[in-house]
C-alpha cells in the first residue's frame, strides 16, 4: 500500500480527521507576521491554510491524501488557497519561494540525505519564517509494537542541527499544548522550532 492510499483510507475511516481548528503553535507564532506567501505542509482537512488565508496569507496547503484535499477545498471560502496534492519527500518545493513554511506534526521520515528536508528549508524565503511543531516523544508510552517510533522521523532538534549562520533560531522549545490531546492520544506537550532565514 502506497504512503497516498495509507491516508487517503485514514481520512475516509471519519468523516472528519481533526477539529477543524488552526494548530495552537500556529497561531501563537504567526498572528503578529505580516502576511505574504505561506506553505502549509501537509495540511489535512485544511484549518491552518484556511485561518492563514483569512489573515490575508497566500497559501499553498500541500498533503499527500486526495481526500483530505478534496474535503479542504470544499471547506474554502476565501480563493487564497492553492490545494496541492503533493509528496514532498518526492518533489521538493520551490526553492525561495515562501514568507512561511509551516509544517505542524509533519511526519517526515529520516532519509539518509536528508533531501526532503533540505527541500522544505530551501523552500524559506530570505527574511522568510520556518515553523516546525512536533509532539513531544516524551509523552508516549514506552510500547513500540503499535509499528510507530518517534526516532525514525526528523524532531524540531534534529532539523535545528541542519540551520547555519544563514539563520537565527527564534524559538526552540518545549511547551504544554494549548489544546486537549486528540482523542486516544497521550501528547501533552509540543516542541516548536522558529526560526528565521537571514538571506
Partial sequence: MTNQQTWDELYLSRDQLFSGAPNGVLVTEVTDLPPGQALDVGCGEGADALWLARLGWLVTAADISRVALQ?????DTTGRVAWTRSDLTATPPPA???DLVSA???PLQHQPDHTALRGLLAAVAPGGTLLIASHDPADLPPDRDHGFDP????LPADIAR????NWTVQVHETRPRTAP???GTH???DIV???QRLR
Fill in 151 to 154: 526516532n525514525d522521523y526528523y
Fill in 104 to 106: 505542524q506534526y509533519f
Fill in 96 to 98: 525561495g519561494a515562501f
Fill in 187 to 189: 501528547h501533552a506537550h
Fill in 181 to 183: 490531546a486528540p482523542a
Fill in 71 to 75: 474535503r479542504a477545498a470544499a471547506a
Fill in 162 to 165: 541542519f540551520l547555519d549562520d
Fill in 193 to 195: 522550532l522558529r526560526a
